[in-house]
């Protein structure tokens, strides 16, 4: 038997906030399951994060904002277009008083593929292979 203080899915834990924020977060779904179709899903931390090749990124919702977290690297490229919203070294907030910037987090999912299929294919270059 396994007991859990959280959610064991994604739509578990999708399914608890209130139907604004649910839209938020299937729509964050949605965007990394067409720009990463590879991904997998899975609960980290507590909240939704998504791998391929590595950790592609997380997100999460709260009563006042959408968080998604696509590591420092995705915060720096950026930037600018993040400026208007409150960030932290790996973290966007996305306040839900706003309208939400599907083209920016499109963007942003778009990035974090991009850098984790070079990392994956650095690595397999570095890979020596013995007969």
Do not use: C
Request: hydrophobic share 40%; proline share 6%.
């Amino acid at each position: 038997m396994r007991i859990s203080s959280g959610p064991i899915t994604v739509d578990e834990y999708i399914s608890v906030f209130p139907a604004a924020i649910q839209e938020r977060l299937i729509a964050v779904r949605s965007i990394i399951k067409k720009e990463a179709p590879e991904a997998k899903e899975k609960i980290s931390y507590g909240m939704p994060a998504f791998t391929m090749n590595g950790i592609l990124i997380y997100f999460a919702g709260f009563s006042n904002h959408t968080g998604l977290y696509p590591f420092t690297s995705a915060i720096l490229a950026f930037s600018e277009e993040l400026s208007v919203y409150k960030t932290g070294k790996g973290s966007i907030r996305f306040p839900h008083n706003k309208p939400f910037p599907i083209r920016l987090i499109t963007d942003i999912i778009k990035f974090r593929v991009m850098e984790n299929r070079e990392k994956a294919e650095k690595k397999s270059s570095k890979k020596v292979w013995k007969n």
